[in-house]
């Protein structure tokens, strides 16, 4: 079984702090993505990333950044938060093997508030 | 800019009838579906992914997919009070793209 961990379930901060997400796959996923997910607006895709130490950006990358310094882990990064970054962040990964391979498991989430 | 469109609900059936869930995509060159399926507050889980035209079951789970009129449906028969969820249709639009477009759910409520 693929398996997607977030470092944390639930976090909250205050405006303006430096905000790390974690997030650890275990089956040698070539591809990660960091998703936001928001009532109303679905899942938007912030950045994802291909391959180690190579990134993309997404649909709204702005005020996020990310690293992708080894295979199994994608950091997302809030460099200053804001109250509109309060929202469900969500990790996935996905293989890259070929055809009828591409489906993303995601991991458990992280609620995060921004006070 | 490419769409995966879903009707938000939410669908209410009742126990042991067949709710049906609909997508509809922009993109015609669209290689790979998937329904993936959201209990509150958790996240997604895949149920059923579909390549080819025509239907795939599952255990209760179907998936129908009709590339020339660009949708994807998911049937569940039997439906349980179990399944009630948000069901997210989610589209890879080839040409090597990693990425995913996702509709927005569906929210199914199967009433005991």
């Known amino acids: 079984d693929v398996k997607v961990t977030q470092s944390s379930r639930y976090l909250v901060k205050r405006t303006g702090e430096k905000v790390f997400l974690e997030c650890v796959q275990d089956m040698d996923h070539e591809n990660m993505f960091w998703y936001r997910q928001d009532p109303g607006l679905g899942l938007r895709l912030i950045y994802f990333s291909y391959d180690v130490k190579m990134k993309e950006k997404g649909d709204i990358p702005e005020g996020y950044s990310v690293s992708r310094e080894k295979k199994e882990r994608f950091s997302l990064i809030l460099e200053s938060a804001s109250t509109n970054q309060t929202s469900m962040y969500l990790c996935a990964s996905r293989t890259q093997e070929g055809v009828g391979t591409d489906t993303q498991y995601f991991g458990p989430g992280t609620r995060l508030t921004v006070l | 800019q490419k769409e995966v469109e879903q009707n938000s609900g939410p669908l209410s059936v009742p126990e042991g009838a067949i709710a049906s869930l609909n997508c509809t995509y922009s993109d015609r060159g669209s290689q790979s579906f998937f329904w993936y399926r959201q209990y509150s507050g958790k996240s997604p889980e895949l149920i059923m992914f579909i390549y080819s035209n025509g239907d795939k079951e599952d255990g209760r789970f179907t998936a129908q997919l009709n590339k020339a009129s660009q949708y994807v449906s998911l049937l569940i028969r039997d439906s349980q009070p179990s399944d009630s969820a948000t069901y997210l249709c989610?589209?890879?639009?080839?040409?090597?793209?990693?990425?995913?477009?996702f509709g927005k759910g569906t929210k199914l409520t199967v009433n005991p």
């Open positions: 989610a589209v890879n639009t080839g040409g090597g793209s990693e990425k995913l477009v």
